[in-house]
């Protein structure tokens, strides 16, 4: 586990919701103060969806540049975009549809294509957007992951061969235990972020979060989560039922 990880939890998901909408808010206006973009990578799955809702909010809305956001996707299953597993699908039900981010500036995951395809694409739509001097992955600004009840993070499941990748950014991944192919983000660009933001909300979730942050814990990576060591900041943001193995750490938010 990444010693320098921060951790806050709140009293609910509401709470935890309105507090990933403020990290979100500051990091978005310090990277276009500094870069003139922000480029956010977002989670897919239930969680962020509270989140997601609550920036399309007018109040939230208002005050972040949205002109100057490029969308990302932390990892996609292998489904069109207009399928109800999508994950493009659910950001732009929750936020995309309300706010006016120019659509070139969506890039999804074509998860209609085929899996080693979409993931080769993917690498090459942020090779021409980052246009990186080395090969070195590019920076994102804040990347937003959820945690799985198996300690898996974006698509990268424990046990599967993508985990384990070095040098691609993107990758397609054979997930048996879905019988699905997903399209994920790898470690390398996971790690090549300036902010890496946990969500992790709801009692299914306590053991996990106990065995990953509490005293079972150890320095060898037994879960995907335990690879998450971003050049930037790491902050777990969690609720009280997703904390509820903790011994207590800080105080509710
Ligand atoms: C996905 C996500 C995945 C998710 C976790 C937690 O495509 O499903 O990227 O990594 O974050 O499985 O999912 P929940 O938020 O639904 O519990």
Not at 185 to 207: C, D, F, Q
Request: net charge negative; proline share 7%; aromatic share 8%.
């Amino acid at each position: 586990m990444n010693d320098a990880a921060e951790f806050r939890v709140h009293a609910d998901a509401s709470a935890l919701a309105a507090a990933a909408a403020r990290r979100w808010q500051a990091i978005a206006a310090e990277a276009v103060a500094a870069r003139g973009r922000f480029d956010v990578a977002l989670a897919g799955g239930a969680t962020p969806q509270t989140l997601y809702r609550l920036l399309a909010h007018p109040e939230w809305r208002a005050s972040i540049d949205w002109g100057a956001t490029h969308f990302w996707f932390g990892d996609e299953r292998c489904v069109a975009p207009d399928h109800p597993d999508s994950n493009y699908r659910m950001a732009r039900e929750a936020l995309f549809d309300a706010i006016d981010t120019p659509p070139a500036q969506i890039h999804r995951i074509e998860g209609e294509r085929a899996p080693e395809e979409a993931a080769r694409r993917y690498e090459d739509t942020l090779r021409m957007q980052f246009a990186p001097a080395a090969d070195d992955p590019p920076r994102l600004d804040l990347v937003l992951l959820g945690l799985g009840t198996d300690g898996h993070i974006a698509s990268l499941f424990p046990d599967t061969p993508l985990l384990d990748e070095s040098r691609r950014w993107v990758g397609a991944n054979r997930v048996a235990k879905l019988d699905a192919w997903r399209i994920s983000l790898t470690l390398p660009l996971l790690n090549a972020a300036r902010h890496v933001v946990l969500l992790v909300s709801g009692e299914a979730k306590a053991a996990i979060v106990g065995e990953v942050l509490g005293q079972a814990r150890t320095a060898l990576p037994r879960y995907p989560v335990d690879r998450l060591r971003p050049a930037g900041r790491l902050e777990w943001l969690l609720d009280a039922a997703a904390a509820a193995r903790l011994d207590p750490r800080g105080t509710l938010q």
